[in-house]
């Protein structure tokens, strides 16, 4: 067995045992059981040795790290799913969706279901039944390596916004997140009478540079207001 036999969901079930506040051969059973197809009670009747030796043949591709190869697009049952592979192509839309299903580890098949979509264009009204499928059947050689290279690339263009975010240790994190993506989407809607699936189309710098404008904007205005009044608003 190789990496490239491991899908999301098996992936994310044997970090879930790992996590597990369990005795080390208790883990080595479940993974074994998870991997191999047969039955815990089953596992359980093999002699020590014997089953020590058959985990240690199945899980040896474990030892190494997941490759970091990022394709251009995956193909299931005849149909291509394009991998989004630029940061300046990520949409408004595919950013605020990335930014809140990337807040939760566990949630690989999720975050995928962002960058990996059929199609030329991004659609989040058939998230749901993408991250379902990626689950299932993606293999985890392709979500793990993109995820963490998109999960740095955001990064790496939200440091362009200070004044949108500040950095600590563990990357970015936003200044407004007590408002919320959506709220500013709103306002944008509002100020630019513009619908949200038309905000939600542009690309996610662009969007970021109108939200940092709009709260420069607010800011100095209500600065202007506490100078004439003598109090803060």
């Known amino acids: ?14 970090q879930h045992i790992l996590a597990e506040d369990e005795p080390d051969l208790t883990k080595k059973i479940y993974i074994y059981a998870l991997l191999s197809g047969e039955l815990i009670e089953q ?11 058959k985990y240690s043949k199945l899980t040896e591709f474990m030892e190494y790290p997941i490759p970091q190869v990022i394709p251009k697009y995956w193909e299931h049952e005849g149909v291509k799913y394009k991998i989004t592979s630029l940061i300046d192509s990520f949409t408004a839309g595919q950013y605020i969706d990335f930014k809140e299903f990337g807040k939760e580890k566990d949630n690989i098949h999720n975050v995928m279901a962002v960058l990996c979509y059929e199609g030329e264009t991004y659609k989040g ?43 600590s240790s563990e990357g970015t994190t936003t200044k407004l997140s007590q408002y919320g ?19 939600f189309n542009w690309t996610a710098r662009e969007f970021l540079n109108m939200v940092q404008y709009f709260k420069d904007k607010k800011e100095f205005e209500r600065s202007e207001l506490e100078k004439i009044h003598g109090r803060k608003f």
């Open 181 to 199: 993506w959506i709220v500013w989407v709103d306002l944008l809607s509002k100020e630019r009478q513009e619908k949200w699936g038309e905000i």
């Open 1 to 14: 067995m190789e990496w490239k036999d491991i899908t999301i969901g098996k992936f994310r079930e044997i």
């Open 43 to 53: 596992v359980r009747e093999y002699p020590l040795g014997q089953f020590l030796e």
């Open 125 to 167: 009204e058939t998230h749901k039944k993408r991250a379902e499928l990626f689950n299932e059947f993606m293999p985890i050689t392709i979500a793990y390596p993109l995820t963490v290279f998109f999960f740095k690339c955001v990064d790496r263009m939200e440091r362009d916004f200070p004044r949108l975010f500040k950095e």
